[in-house]
């Protein structure tokens, strides 16, 4: 965890996942904080709090992350977490029908009750559970048979990039697919938030900063191709 | 030896009475009517219905045959598991015969390699006559045994079981163990795995289920819903016969399989065990699930959800939480002398160490705060708290349990905020605890005042802070109070000395007392609420050593607080082991020595370590706590 010494500016983000319980919220965390995925990981009690830096050619962004549970009991709480939150990653699961359903709840109690300012993203999660993960490097095997029903060969998913991909642009949201477990496309998803999060708001350290309204979106950067899984090890931009 | 530590009325044996049924030297004419055996008051219960005829005649006898002892000798030389919890003295094996084979309730200890408890050699000494006030040495005074044809006979038994001590076990019953906690898989009709899933699930050692009173599966700590559901129907079909009949049904046994029922409102909690606890310990066991439900949920939002449709299926409010639950079942399964005790383990540290500590607390403490603990290596290390609230030994039990046996808090040094319903605190209500197990230094990377996030020892070697409140909205400033302690404990050297405590482990009892016979122990204060104990090393590391130490803690605690029991010592010889119960006003001591011990340095090894331990009391507990 080498630090890099160049001062560059900083400023702290308040960032905030949302999302149907077992869709891999924490597994997204766990793999941007320490690049790190468990197989069972067990599901998150309240909400846990972290913090992970991420530099930018010209800044750095340290995010501080709730990771929220999803289960509905715990729903009254979420408010104290997207409150002033900067960015959102809305996940779903997208082996899972219903995690979409969820997923546009939550973008649209964002949309109504959070910081006008938001910068959401909805991510679809588990993409090593589906064909286009990567035809060599798919490691997915055991989770593939379980779902082995659904499709010719062992593609559980069931929700198409197309209709995300969709419903995101309607919404003006930033969209990835995902897999915690391979690691594809989780810096990104990071990094693309920073990116977006106006520089306006981005004077105060801590705090309730974003009071800009800045709804401009870097469409572009969300529009990633999906290229399969990559080493991780390689990372641009985070520290991690 | 010194005799001054007696101030408990501990009283005085002078006369030891033996039998030994296996090698048939039975001393006749000195023989009183026998006390059952300790777990013989559980064992005993009888079918079905506690208030089952069986049963109550048993339970007299048992009753007044120990009412006139305080101390019961047992030894097994046979060394056959779960020696104590045998249901197998002369007297109460003979009431037993009388009843019909059906409603005999056999032995958990019937070793699978045939041997039968009945035929156990037993020896028991017996004390009929108590007067005055003696310490336990001079309770268990060689001199005063050397006179007693029993106390040569014991010697030479215990000698004699000596010889055995290298071949160990071929105890059968906990063959399983090391599998208890492995999962099945599911059932799979069209691999046809059926049989072997069942296998699986029949040779677990212990089960937890909870269903609805309606019948709603809720939870099974083994195997999943298709293999579990039928079992379920059967277990809600006869508790509810029997609440139908007004005498509701709080256990019963199969073989050596001991059920045993509580009923909470809708919630109907069954646990079964082939362990040999008692009763009592089940239904505290099964007792602490409902509290985890209720720590989860709230009583009134559980009420509420059964009044509105008596149908619910309460698995998806509990949804996420089953890990608390199942973790919570492991550590009974293990055996914990937390859980066993009702008790909590502190860290030691210098009487002025805790004051410091609790000082910086109490300074940091913010407006919001109700509770602020400071945790490490699973220990308590310091509590502060207003002066209305203690803190309830059941709810900490549940905290404990989510922050070091489940693994579903962040611990690698990111922080949490959790809902949690502290029942024994207030059952109707949320608190919000926040968590933050602080990295160690080493692989502690502090980036603004933030620790960085990565992990590598386990939980249970941690520091922890947690910080409680009743209003949701006091993160931030809690956090502020942490980080403020943090630093303020790192600059007084306190965090220094919490982690060499940690680090440094539970002494072993010949730490403590060069030369100690004790191999392990547990000793609780009663007005405190806490346990202490030596390590587990090197007698006891494996869980399979583990589980057999606690299930004879088990039994001489069943044995101290069996209905009606006025037993103060206990003292057991097996192949094994020799342990001794001691249960006082103050106290309670429980200790196991190498099967070769004699009473006299049993009972000076025990003497001395309590007299270490009242010399130590500021040290071992926390006593009084800070309040504000
Ligand atoms: N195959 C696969 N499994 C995943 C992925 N992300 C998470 N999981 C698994 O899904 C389950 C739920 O993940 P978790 O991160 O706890 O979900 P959360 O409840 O949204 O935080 C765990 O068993 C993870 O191992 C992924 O990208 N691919
Ligand atoms: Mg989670």
Redesign the interface.
Known sequence: ?A?AAAPRPSSSVKLVLLGE?AVGKSSLVLRF??NDFQENK????????????CNLPTRTI?FEIW?T??????AS?AP?YYRNAQSALVVYDLTKPTSLVKAKHWVAELQRQASPGIVIALVGNKLDLTNEAGDSTNTSGEDGDADAAEGDDGDARKISTAEAKEYAEEEGLLFFETSAKLGTNVTEVFTAIANAIPETSLKGTRGPGSTQANASRSEDQSRVSLTGPRDNASKEGCAC | MPSDSSGDPLRRTNQLNVENGASGNTIEEQRPPLPPRPSLLQTGNGPASPHSPSKSALQAKATTAISSLDIQTLSFPDGSRGTFSAPTSGSVSESLSELPEGQRTPSRNVNRNGSDLNDDASLMSIAPTLRGNGDLASFLDDELNTQSPAWRLLNSQTEAANLFEAAEFEDTSLIDFDHEFDEIEAVDSQRGNEEEVLRKWKSKLKHYLILSSAGKPIYSRHGDQNLVNGYIGIVQTIISFFEGAKDPLLGFAAGETRFVVVTEGPLYFVAISKLGESDAQLRSQLEALYMQILSTLTLPALKQLFSNRPNTDLRRPLGGTETLLSSLADTFTKGSASALLSALECLKIRKSQRYTIDSTLLKARTEKLLYGLIVAGGRLVSVIRPKRHSLHPSDLQLIFNMLFEAKSIETGGGENWIPICLPGFNSSGYLYMYVSFLASQEECEVTDGRPSTASSTSPQDKVAVLLISADKESFYELQKMRDDVVSQLEKNGSMDIIKTAVRGGRPSTTDIIPGSQLRHYLYKSRSNVQFTMPSFAPYFCSPIARRRLMSLYHNLHASAHAKHSHLKVIHCVSRDYVSLGWASPQFEFYCVAGPSTTRASLAKSANDIIQWIKREEQRVFIIGGAVF
């Open positions: 965890m630090e319980a904080v320490n067990e599901p998150t009690i309240g909400a846990a709090f972290l913090t992970q830096k340290k990771d549970a999803g289960q509905e009991r715990f709480l104290m």
